[in-house]
């Protein structure tokens, strides 16, 4: 997470800036230097332009807010705008995407924005490197009361699996059992998962709430990496033991 130290506003990819020019719309960074698919469709669409601005306003008040308090933790807020702009706006490829991914990022109000309640949309391929074995390695602390401190730790690795349903190519069977500090666990037993534009997405319902848990494949540095994305924290509730999570988990393709 630390090397991924890229402009957060700016940023969208290192190619070549663009020779001509775009319609001058509001947004962040200057349209004229637009250089990837997705500044080309913030700056040609009003609607993006005006919500990228106001995500950059609104990130810049988080950091300032994080720094005047009396733990700073605005370096947390630049991590996980990182994240966001990796896996989930600079994966999509429609402005229907991007529109979701803004809207939901600035926390908007889903009963009246359309863009919040749309159903998922598919894309017309999904990439092969969206399937496959996911890992992360880590470091478990073990409760041993023989031990110096009462605690053993071992090093683990963890992994989701995301298998072809054949000739169903938005669709995927998704399993993973992870494991936490004192052996608390997440589990995801074979669960069929649908293609939603650039991310996979597995809908349930549990105790009365709608769960919701995403999978954000995206290339960078010449890897591929998985962010998990366990939308208000609900999916846990029915999954992990007390210790366990999901959200912003990210693994990397073996």
């Known amino acids: 997470m630390k090397n ?4 957060l506003i700016a940023y969208s990819t290192f190619l070549s800036a663009s020779l001509y020019s775009l319609p001058a719309h509001s947004a962040s960074f200057n349209c004229n230097k637009a250089s990837s698919t997705v500044e080309h469709l913030i700056c040609t669409n009003p609607e993006l332009s005006k919500l990228d601005e106001s995500l950059a306003l609104q990130y810049k008040a988080e950091r300032e807010d994080a720094k005047d308090n009396k733990y700073d933790y605005s370096d947390e807020i630049r991590a996980k705008q ?5 896996f989930q706006r600079n994966t999509c490829t429609d402005e229907s995407c ?8 600035l926390g ?3 009963e009246h924005d359309g863009h919040c309640g749309n ?8 990439d092969n490197k969206a399937f496959g074995t996911f890992a992360e390695s880590i470091r478990i602390t073990f409760y041993n009361p023989e031990a110096p401190n009462n605690e053993d730790v071992s090093n683990f690795t963890n992994e989701i699996s995301i298998h072809k349903v054949e000739q169903l190519p938005y669709l995927a ?8 500090d004192r052996g608390h666990t ?3 037993g074979e669960v069929l998962a649908t293609w939603a534009q650039n991310h996979w997405v597995l809908k349930d319902t549990y105790d009365g709430k709608n769960l ?5 494949p995206a290339t960078h540095n010449g890897k591929t990496k998985l962010l998990v994305r366990d939308i208000d924290d609900h999916y846990r509730e029915s999954a992990c033991g007390m210790r366990g999570y999901f959200d912003g988990l990210v693994f990397e393709r073996q």
């Not at 991924?4 to 402009?7: G, I, M």
């Open 173 to 180: 069977v998704i399993d993973s059992t992870l494991i936490f």
């Open 4 to 7: 991924w130290t890229l402009n």
């Open 186 to 188: 997440c589990n995801i």
């Open 212 to 216: 919701e848990l995403r999978f954000y």
């Open 82 to 86: 990182i994240q966001w702009l990796t």
């Open 98 to 105: 991007l529109l979701r991914e803004y809207q939901e990022r």
């Open 119 to 126: 159903e998922h949309g598919r894309s017309d391929i999904v």
């Open 108 to 110: 908007c109000d889903k």
